[in-house]
């Protein structure tokens, strides 16, 4: 199961932040269950810029997910 | 020292506790970024931040900072949440023995934060709200930290 949080952007696109998915057991297979249901979400997240956090990491590529990962999608950062 | 708060903050009085206690620092500069009106446009400055992420990220930076500029010492204290015109959104200070590491890692913290720190900024006025992304100026100024480093 992994544990799915949206930031910025994504957030406001799905409506929602934060998400339980059991199904998915790896970033890539996430990435189109997540696109399956909403195409627009799934364009979104694989937007150059977008970076994806495996259990507070960076991460590059796709990772398998073991129990209770937490992925993380961020959009470009603005601070300050 | 690295934090995140919701709560408006006072510049000075953390400028203060800062200088205090210090034998063998020549030199603290600080910066205090602030939210603008925009002429109206702005209303409130929404922040979010990844808890625990953010900070650790922000930690690298301030690690990296006091590597480069031998730093004494280095406080970011960053609001997430709503912010109004006004309030301080961002306070950095940094202690060296001497001004320029001072100045130089203040201005090196700050082109880090604006595009480098994993926050997400949404400005909500009266046409409505939008999110805000860094801007090509943001990204050069970065870039020009990372040129010095790769020169020998």
Do not use: N
């Given at each position: 199961?992994?544990?799915?949080?949206?930031?910025?952007?994504?957030?406001?696109?799905?409506?929602?932040?934060?998400?339980?998915?059991?199904?998915?057991?790896?970033?890539?297979?996430?990435?189109?269950?997540?696109?399956?249901?909403?195409?627009?979400?799934?364009?979104?997240?694989?937007?150059?810029?977008?970076?994806?956090?495996?259990?507070?990491?960076?991460?590059?590529?796709?990772?398998?997910?073991?129990?209770?990962?937490?992925?993380?999608?961020?959009?470009?950062?603005?601070?300050? | 020292?690295?934090?995140?708060?919701?709560?408006?903050?006072?510049?000075?009085?953390?400028?203060?506790?800062?200088?205090?206690?210090?034998?063998?620092?020549?030199?603290v500069a600080t910066f205090t970024g602030i939210?603008?009106?925009?002429?109206?446009?702005?209303?409130?400055?929404?922040?979010?931040?990844?808890?625990?992420?953010?900070?650790?990220?922000?930690?690298?930076?301030?690690?990296?900072?006091?590597?480069?500029?031998?730093?004494?010492?280095?406080?970011?204290?960053?609001?997430?949440?709503?912010?109004?015109?006004?309030?301080?959104?961002?306070?950095?200070?940094?202690?060296?023995?001497?001004?320029?590491?001072?100045?130089?890692?203040?201005?090196?913290?700050?082109?880090?934060?604006?595009?480098?720190?994993?926050?997400?900024?949404?400005?909500?006025?009266?046409?409505?709200?939008?999110?805000?992304?860094?801007?090509?100026?943001?990204?050069?100024?970065?870039?020009?930290?990372?040129?010095?480093?790769?020169?020998?």
């Amino acid at each position: 199961m992994a544990r799915v949080l949206l930031f910025g952007p994504l957030r406001d696109l799905a409506g929602w932040r934060e998400r339980d998915i059991a199904e998915a057991t790896s970033i890539s297979a996430l990435k189109a269950l997540l696109a399956s249901e909403d195409a627009r979400l799934g364009e979104a997240l694989s937007a150059p810029g977008v970076q994806v956090a495996l259990d507070q990491a960076i991460v590059r590529g796709d990772r398998s997910l073991g129990a209770r990962a937490e992925v993380a999608f961020l959009p470009p950062m603005s601070g300050g | 020292m690295i934090s995140l708060t919701e709560a408006p903050f006072e510049p000075g009085a953390l400028l203060a506790s800062f200088c205090q206690a210090r034998s063998e620092t020549g030199a603290v500069a600080t910066f205090t970024g602030i939210a603008r009106a925009e002429s109206g446009r702005a209303h409130i400055l929404e922040l979010e931040a990844y808890p625990g992420f953010t900070e650790a990220a922000i930690g690298k930076i301030a690690e990296e900072a006091r590597r480069r500029f031998r730093l004494d010492d280095v406080l970011v204290l960053h609001r997430v949440g709503r912010i109004a015109p006004g309030e301080a959104i961002v306070f950095v200070a940094t202690a060296a023995s001497h001004r320029r590491e001072a100045f130089e890692a203040c201005d090196f913290l700050m082109d880090y934060l604006k595009s480098r720190a994993p926050f997400w900024k949404k400005e909500h006025g009266p046409e409505g709200a939008r999110w805000i992304e860094p801007r090509a100026q943001d990204h050069a100024d970065v870039a020009r930290w990372e040129q010095k480093e790769s020169t020998p």
